[in-house]
Structure formats: C-alpha cells, structure tokens
C-alpha cells in the first residue's frame, strides 16, 4: 500500500470555479503535511503546509482530518495559473524516516477560460 | 541568495552506463535528500546525506550511490543504468534541525533519458 494516494484526476475547471482536491496516508504516526505545486516539467514547490485546526492562505484552504488520515485543498475562484499538477506531502517525521518526504501522485488541475 | 541548483539539466546515457547527478544546497542548508520522479508518478524518496554521511536510504538499489562534499554539495551516482532509470531527478535542500517541519527547497532537476 502507497504511504499517499492521491486521485490523478485530471480536472478541468472553467475560471471562477471552485474546486477540492483529496488525498489519504496511511501511516498514522505522519506528524507533517503539505501540499506542492508543481509545473509542467519543473520542480515541486511548496503552496502550503497543513495544519489540524486548518488554514487558509488567500484562495486556497487546507484541512487536515488525522482521524480519518485525510488531507484536503480548496481552491476558490480559480485562475487560468492555477494550472498545475497538486502534489499531496507527507512527512512522517520520525526516527529512521526523519526529513523524508512521501508523496502522491500527483492531481492534475487545467484551468480553462 | 541562489537557490538550489542542480547539473547537468539533461542527460542522455545508454544501458550499462554510468551517471553522475551533482546538487548545490541552498545558501545556509546542510542536508540534501534526493527523490527520483518517473513520467506521471510523484518524487521517490532515493537518499539523504548529513555531515557528509548517507543518513537514510529509500527503496533503490545498491546501483544508486551518493556522497556529501564539505561545503555541503551532493552527488548522486547511478551504476548499469536501465531503460527504467530514466526519470527527472531532483535535489532538495533543508536544515537537518531534528524536526519534521524543516521545509525542503528543491532544485529544477536532471532529467535523464537512458536509451
């Protein structure tokens, strides 16, 4: 079983709309989460990490469930560069796995106008 | 303040081959992890090195080989490439602080295609 699954989609979403990406872990014992973004053919970067009260960083909200071991992203009012593929991140964060990030596959987003 | 960088940006090598990937930290960073990512799958996990020392290790073959230079760059060496090897290859930096919240910065990548 994948530490991080991820649907790959992809959406494809008109601009203005609203859309919410999932993703589950599987190790209970996961002490750090984020989400990247990554563009086509470049490296992830950090959009945000994830916090269990929640957070919120302009358009983009994200939530943590550890009881369900669930992550989510909400994007409002999408932009045509919002464009990319959404890359779900774990950090269990412990011991021999201190420092290593699990990452899902990846959704990919397309933004149309 | 430059970033993460990485070189060379491509590579091409045939089966058997061996590779040399090389990754400069972020300015004040002094560990380096590095992850193989295939076509349309997220970053593996292949290594990290610490005070010049492999500190962790992914599931990748004794073919994938790393060191740790002074000022805190990195090599990854890859030996007998396969067909299935190819993949963007990306060097992340960070602070090895203990913590699990150190944010990774990750350079552009080597994307190597082995024929």
């Known amino acids: 079983r994948k530490e991080v699954e991820q649907d790959p989609g992809p959406f494809n979403v008109p601009e203005g709309a609203t859309v919410a990406f999932n993703c589950t872990y599987s190790n209970s014992a996961s002490q750090s989460f984020f989400w990247y973004r990554q563009d086509c053919r470049k490296e992830p970067k950090l959009l945000m990490s994830v916090y269990s009260s929640g957070n919120e960083d302009g358009r983009f909200t994200a939530q943590l469930n550890r009881a369900s071991q669930y992550i989510s992203l909400l994007i409002r009012d999408s932009k045509l560069s919002d464009s990319a593929t959404y890359l779900c991140?774990?950090?269990?964060?412990?011991?021999?796995?201190?420092?290593?990030?699990?990452f899902g596959r990846g959704t990919q987003l397309t933004v149309w106008p | 303040d430059a970033g993460v960088t990485q070189s060379p940006t491509h590579l091409i090598k045939t089966r058997g081959q061996q590779v040399t990937l090389r990754c400069s930290p972020k300015s004040g960073h002094d560990t380096v992890s590095w992850y193989q990512q295939a076509l349309g799958q997220g970053p593996q996990f292949i290594f990290q090195?610490?005070?010049?020392?492999?500190?962790q290790r992914g599931n990748f073959p004794d073919r994938f080989s790393g060191h740790q230079y002074p000022n805190y760059s990195s090599e990854l060496n890859v030996n007998a490439l396969l067909l299935g090897d190819s993949a963007l290859y990306l060097c992340?930096?960070?602070?090895?602080?203990?913590?699990?919240?150190?944010?990774?910065?990750f350079g552009p990548g080597t994307r190597l295609t082995v024929l």
């Open positions: 992340a930096s960070s602070l090895y602080a203990g913590t699990a919240n150190n944010e990774q910065f």
């Open positions: 991140v774990v950090n269990i964060g412990r011991g021999s796995t201190l420092g290593r990030l699990y």
């Open positions: 090195y610490y005070e010049e020392e492999e500190r």
